[in-house]
């Protein structure tokens, strides 16, 4: 029994120790990996990190946020050289890693303050920066987006390379004044010259023996600049009347138009307006009834503007002006019972453009230019060289035209003087009998503006000369 009892202590040691051997031949492969550790520091600044066991080597994956050095063999240096975030890992002579640690480095503390002080200065702006694994992000609110564009410049400078995400909201919605001036310059040359003869008898019949110069102008020419020469003599010995009219027509018209239409809205809010009119169109339905639609025609404007936060502004455009012509109008009927339906002539465009408070842009432009030549005549004797002139007639119409739109935005507060806008009737009075007829003037005795003293110290001006902006 007691060699029993000893024999089974025995064979518990042995078991014990083969354990004990066992358990530190584990691989160290085998071992678990080590937990990393989260780090955060500034750029420029560093920290000492304690390694349980000695290391061979150390590295970090992105060098240009921060770097390692070994301080001794179980102490590592590590220091931020740029905002941004990496790891760093450090592994003994066998290459099993023995620490890893998560770096986030923020920029300086000034840096990242800077945006807080400029927030203090300014009583309205209240900017928050929170710096991440994707860059700086700004959150809070902004009186103005000048403002905003201070503190987002004032970011960018001091994160480096690493993005700035603006989330900054406005306490105060900014409004835009839109300016469009519509320019449009067309001349027209016109050049006539035939002859008409006509023959009156003395029956009151009349007989045309050489050629009529009947053409759209012909109207204008007879009424306007036209030569007669009347002579009387027997034909078949009855007393004939000859009139020989000689149309001659030199016209020029230089048409000049200009609409400037302006109207303000808020930021990211559409906005449209129409000066002109509209004219029925008759639509026939079914049966014999007939409804009436109406088209407009005039100056429009319509956009979207939206201001970002640099201070500039985005901008959906389209501006329009029409008007009525009977050149393509349609006529339905006849007699009293005819309809003509006029159409229109529209210069039109549709666009996006940034461009800062202030600044013009010339988003469309037109040139045409046209000639137009035609000749009628008597066949046969209208070729026969010198006088055949005097048997046909040539007309010649030179048409140009010129178009330009130019679009000024403008960033806009409300006025708080009500004075300083001026009136298209500032100063202008209906002129009296003595002035308009004797003295040929459009206006009366100037009459003083609110508040700027007594009647007639200041000098009459012409009406419709009126500004829209103060500075």
Known sequence: MRIDLIAMIGWLCLSTAFVVVAAGNVPSSAQAAPVSSAITLEVGTGKLIELKTGAASAFAANPKVAEVRPASSTTLFVFGTGPGRTTISAADQEGHPVGQYDIAVLPQQYAASRTTRLSEQEASTKVHSRFGEKGMTLEGMAATPERAARVEEAARDEAGDSPVYNHLRMKESAQVNLQVRIVEMSRQLVREIGVEWESMNALGTSAVIGVATKNPLAAMATSQSSFSFLSRFRVAGHP??????????????????????????????????????????????????????????????????????????????????????????????????????PALTVSRADTTVELGSGQSFAIAGLFQDSATVAGLGLPGLGDIPILGALFRSDSFQHNQSELVIIVTPYIVRPVQNPDLLSRPDDNWTPPDDYNRVLRLRQSGVASSRKGSGKQGESSPKEPLDVGFMVE
């Open 240 to 341: 004939t009347t000859l009139e020989t009219i000689i149309d001659v027509l030199a016209q020029d018209q230089l048409v000049h138009t200009l609409a400037e239409p302006n109207l303000t809205t808020l930021s990211g809010e559409p906005a449209s307006f129409l000066v002109g009119g509209e004219f029925p169109i008759p639509i026939s339905s079914y049966g014999n009834t007939v409804s009436v639609q109406f088209k407009q025609y005039g100056v429009a404007l319509s956009f979207v503007p939206t201001v970002l936060t640099s201070g500039r502004i985005s901008l959906h455009v389209r501006p329009e002006v029409s008007q009525l012509t009977s050149t393509g109008a349609v006529s339905f009927g006849e007699g009293n019972n005819s309809i003509s339906i």
